[in-house]
């Protein structure tokens, strides 16, 4: 289906949540979802405080993962991303031994969990007296549709963090924009069938900042995206306001384009579907 021909929403049901997971819709979007004065407080408290660059993976054609050197992307120095495994993560799914790939995980993932009480400590404090952004989305999508934090080995995730796009010059560079899907590898979550990104903004350039969804059909869990798939293929960008968020399927491709005359800062997560109802969610 040509993306132009699918529907954004503006509200989420149950119905738009599942038309989003198929494929069937490009976004769900939510406007206002946070007033002015809680986007500002939280940028300025980011922006005060020590940040650290988060690499940005992206899978090779043959299948191997490396990381992209322009992506002007941070976050707040004890936010422990499971990006920055990513090159593990896909090694440790190449294990020809179940036993041998679940131990690869595990390790990499007790170094996760470890991050996640101080993390959540260190984001609530930077939005104090405000709450995250993300738990006033957390609490729209449970009020209508249930869903819950989603837990490795019986220990909780976590969610939301706060990303950073600094501002460049190479505004709209396909080095300083990658095109990209977000997919957990199945040898992480083997019951998560379809998975959506959620960002709420909390500060947006005038100059870029978009969020572009590339036209080609969703990528299978754990493949490459095609050669084919380039900045000269057709999309369609949006272009939200500070305080709104905005689903994606994170499968179909797409790109974040930074700003020329500001940072764009967003709190970032991932929604994953079993088939049923509650949704699990993580970062």
């Not at 939510?30 to 650290?52: F, N, Q, S, W």
């Amino acid at each position: 289906m040509n993306i132009s021909a699918l529907p954004i929403y503006d509200c989420v049901t149950r119905s738009n949540v599942d038309a989003l997971l198929r494929g069937e819709a490009l976004a769900i979007w939510i406007k206002g979802l946070i007033p002015p004065d809680h986007c500002e407080h939280v940028y300025e408290r980011v922006r005060a405080t020590p940040l650290k660059p988060l690499p940005i993976h992206y899978t090779r054609e043959d299948g191997t993962a490396d990381y992209h050197p322009h992506a002007n992307v941070s976050r707040p120095g004890v936010d422990v991303q499971l990006d920055e495994y990513f090159d593990r993560l896909t090694a440790g799914s190449d294990e020809a031994h179940p036993e041998l790939r679940r131990a690869a995980i595990e390790s990499i993932m007790d170094d996760y969990l470890a991050s996640v009480e101080p993390s959540n400590q260190v984001n609530a404090v930077l939005c104090a007296p405000y709450r995250r952004p993300c738990d006033a989305l957390f609490d729209h999508l449970n009020d209508v549709c249930g869903i819950e934090l989603a837990e490795f080995n019986g220990r909780k995730m976590k969610f939301g963090t706060l990303l950073l796009n600094g501002r460049s010059e190479r505004y709209d560079d396909p080095a300083a924009c990658p095109i990209h899907v977000d997919t957990v590898p199945a040898v992480l979550f083997p019951s998560i069938k379809a998975q959506l990104g959620a960002i709420v903004y909390c500060r947006v350039p005038s100059i870029g900042g978009e969020l572009r969804v590339y036209d080609h059909p969703l990528i299978p869990r754990d493949a490459p995206i095609p050669p084919e798939v380039d900045h000269s293929c057709p999309y369609r960008a949006l272009k939200p306001s500070a305080g709104d968020a905005i689903l994606i399927n994170s499968r179909r491709p797409h790109a974040v384009i930074p700003g020329r005359d500001d940072d764009r800062l967003a709190n970032i997560m991932f929604i994953g579907s079993s088939g049923t109802y509650p949704l699990q969610i993580w970062t």
